[in-house]
């Protein structure tokens, strides 16, 4: 199996062994000690805190507040709404005994929270003057997941959740595609990730929704990642939690209620995305480093690092975030291809004829323009315009990469070679029986129908019944 000189298996050999192994050669993750379970490294925490950070201040912006709500669930509550209690049933973690004794009744580990957000709901909201009822939560949740991989499916992960009360559909519709663009707006502006948004079929949506809407975004093998989900919840957890307020009329109505997240799966996703042979390619807006400074010292010689620290401090003070590499006992070379594997945008070498000649050396991670040397001076201005290329040019290649790698498809021949290697854009039927044919068959399912997708009719392309949406339907093999 063909390696580089750092051990990580090529993309073109094996995919999935080049993602294990570069996500914890890059510092960004460890596995747990319990199956399933993953250790969130500093690198990879900071890389998730940049993307909470930027989607928490998104989401407060549209007049949402935080909240926290327990972990544990009494397993009730997940009974009053069958349709999701059997939608999680085979992922749940059950508390049977606590403080030496078996509980009265089992408690479920949050494995989502539309449950108990409904009970407390059902308390707080009374009259139309409650709603909008707009919360959102930052948590940790827990499915019990049979085939674990880091960052995409693990036993516990990381996320957003946001629960909404609408006092009608149409209101509640809003909120969802609302939440829904911030996803599109995430994963585009920041994580460049050039996703397809779009409408889950009815066998492909949340238990318990009338109504999904994700984003998918296209892997470097291929495969999709739903990377983010909105859901229209109508009135069925109002029903099953009595989630009801008193109209201007004084009759007695059902909320209209939404729940929709990211996770730390968003991680994988830029890692899948951008990543290449020699590691990780970071999106500069979401690095945890946008500069790295290598000082090339000799034995004895501070002015380097002291330049090094002092140019640190501008490019700081110029909201660029840096990072000065002064490690004694490791050579420079070590750390350029350190620095490389872990992703970030830009390094900068600096050592005494750079210094004696006040400029420093730039490296992009990509790009293609090899070194070039930068006066010092003119660093701080320079830099921010290097990195918003840096950031066009991953998005621009990521899509590039999803069109090459989709195809529009009328036979069903044509349809089994193009999800072997990418999407699939064919017509579709829309009934859960022919999905599962196609995936049986072939492993892909319908990811979406896509929202600005071109109108299309005609006979689905495996079962040859009428086409149900009027457009035609992305398929393909998903993480």
């Known amino acids: 199996m063909a390696r580089d000189e750092r051990g990580v298996t090529a993309q073109s050999a094996d995919f999935a062994a ?14 747990g000690p319990a199956r399933g379970t993953m250790v969130i490294r500093p690198y990879g925490y900071r ?6 950070e930027e989607l928490d201040r998104r989401i407060k912006d549209t007049g949402h507040e935080n909240a926290y709500f327990p972990l544990f669930i009494p397993e009730s509550f997940l009974a009053r709404e069958a349709e999701h209690v059997d939608g999680f049933a085979p992922e749940l973690a059950v508390v049977t005994h606590a403080g030496g004794k078996e509980l009265e009744e089992r408690l479920v580990v949050r494995p989502t929270s539309e449950t108990i957000v409904g009970e407390m709901m059902a308390k707080w909201i009374t009259s139309h003057r409650d709603l909008p009822l707009l919360l959102n939560q930052w948590s940790n949740v827990v499915r019990w997941e049979l085939r674990p991989r880091m960052f995409l499916r693990t036993t516990e992960f990381l996320w957003q959740e946001g629960h909404t009360a609408h006092v009608d559909e149409a209101d509640a ?9 911030l996803y599109r707006e995430v994963a585009r502006d920041l994580a460049a990730m050039p996703v397809i948004a779009g409408e889950k079929t009815a066998g492909e949506r949340f238990a318990g929704a009338v109504a999904t809407y994700t984003i998918e975004g296209m892997m470097r093998d291929g495969r999709a990642l739903q990377a983010g ?33 990211m996770s730390t799966r968003m991680i994988g996703g830029i890692v899948m995305t951008h990543g290449d042979d020699r590691g990780l390619v970071l999106p500069p807006r979401l690095a945890p480093y946008q500069v790295v400074v290598v000082p090339i010292t ?8 002291q330049a090094a620290d002092e140019l640190a401090v501008r490019l700081r003070a110029a909201g ?11 050579s420079p070379g070590f750390k350029y291809n350190e620095w490389e594997l872990r992703g970030v945008p830009i390094r900068l070498e600096l050592g005494p004829r750079d210094l004696e000649s006040g400029s420093a050396v730039l490296v992009e991670r990509l790009g293609g323009r090899g070194k070039r040397a930068v006066p010092i001076d003119a660093l701080p ?4 315009g290097v990195l918003d290329e840096f950031q066009d040019f991953l998005l621009a290649r990521a899509t590039a990469f999803r069109d090459e790698h989709t ?9 089994a070679a193009a999800v072997g290697t990418g999407w699939a854009l064919a017509l579709h039927c829309g009934t859960s029986a022919c999905e599962d044919e196609i995936k049986a068959l072939t492993a892909a399912t319908p990811r979406c129908v896509p929202l600005d997708g071109e109108q299309a009719s005609g006979v689905c392309v495996r079962c040859g019944a009428r086409s149900a949406y009027g457009k035609r339907v992305i398929f393909g093999r998903a993480y």
Request: net charge negative; charged share 25%; proline share 2%.
């Open 47 to 52: 890389l998730w805190e940049r993307l909470r």
């Open 229 to 261: 989900t909105s859901h229209y919840m109508g009135t069925n957890f109002a029903s099953a939690f009595g989630i009801r307020y008193t109209g201007d009329a004084g009759r007695e109505e059902l909320c209209h209620t939404t729940s929709w997240g």
């Open 298 to 305: 000799r034995g004895g010689d501070t002015a380097v690092e």
């Open 320 to 330: 660029i975030r840096t990072h000065v590499d002064a490690r004694p006992q490791l």
């Open 18 to 31: 080049w993602y294990n192994e570069v996500v914890v050669k890059a510092a960004l993750v460890d596995r």
């Open 173 to 181: 519709r809003r909120e969802t595609l609302l939440a829904f663009g």
């Open 407 to 415: 195809h529009v498809v009328g036979d069903w021949g044509d349809f």
């Open 381 to 384: 201005a320079v830099l921010p």
